[in-house]
């Protein structure tokens, strides 16, 4: 007796898993085709990671400023040499880098990781308005695969295009110490946490809002104190102490840290073991909320 119910439970676990697995792969697939067969809103996406690598990332040129003629001091006769050594040794210290836009290039790929996961949370209130939502939930679909699939979506989506915007960025000047397989992986390895989490987070917030201008303030008002509360654009320890505070238990900040020191060498203030640790904490739980949280929110 006890045989025969174990048996009927594995075929039921076994039939759970493989509807929440086709609703999965439906519900992704059908967000992923709204974003690669219109590849003007990938073009759009692409514009604004772009014009901060090419426009504040050259003109913000603080080697030039510190090993170029400008850097010279009037009356001291020091040879150009020495200031361009001097200047070296004070980006190094500062950034870890003598490139400030390969610093802030990495910070670059954690941002349009941030801003494309907006969009998962995003999807599900357009879902709604239009009543696909209604739909859906109507149908047998475990309410799990909706909300990993909006998750998915966005992790992909924003993986992406960080590969895209790398391209740009070695293009226009960065300059990776590292360039093997395994520091690309480690660094992508962050980007999906960090695309996991945040994706998470906004799927959450979705979950409770109908009104897309509402979801669409939230989200803007959480995306640009992330980022500007992370070391994506100044180290942390340039910070004022109230700030340093905020940007140490940032996530974007531990995803930025594992990518410069996977792709510039530059030193993490913490072990990468530990930013990871960090990242796959915030991503799981993020995600496990999300999913429970849709079995009492999402409704037919």
Known sequence: METSETASEKVLETRLLSRFLRGLWSLTNRDLKKWYLAPTILLISLIQPVVWLGLFGNAFNLGKIFTGTSFNIPGLNIPQSVLNSLGNTLLTNTFGTTSYFSFLAVGMLAFIVLFTSM???MSIVWDRRFGFLDKLLT???????????KILNGVIRSLAQAV??????VILGM?????????????????????FGMSSLFVLLA???KDWQSQMAIANLLNLPLLFMSNA???????????QA?????????????GRNALLGIPSSTPIIYDFAYLSIFAVALGAISIILSWKLLKD
Do not use: D, K, Q
């Open 207 to 209: 979950l409770h809002s």
């Open 233 to 243: 654009f100044f180290p942390v320890s340039e910070m004022p102490s109230w700030l």
């Open 175 to 195: 300059t990776l110490t590292y360039v093997n397989t395994w520091s690309v992986i480690v660094t992508f390895g962050a980007l999906f946490l960090l695309g």
């Open 119 to 121: 969009m998962s949370g």
């Open 139 to 149: 149908t047998p679909v475990p309410r799990g695969s909706i909300v990993v699939a």
């Open 246 to 258: 905020v940007a140490s238990v940032n996530p974007v900040s531990f995803a930025i840290n594992i």
């Open 164 to 169: 895209i915007v790398l391209v740009i960025a």
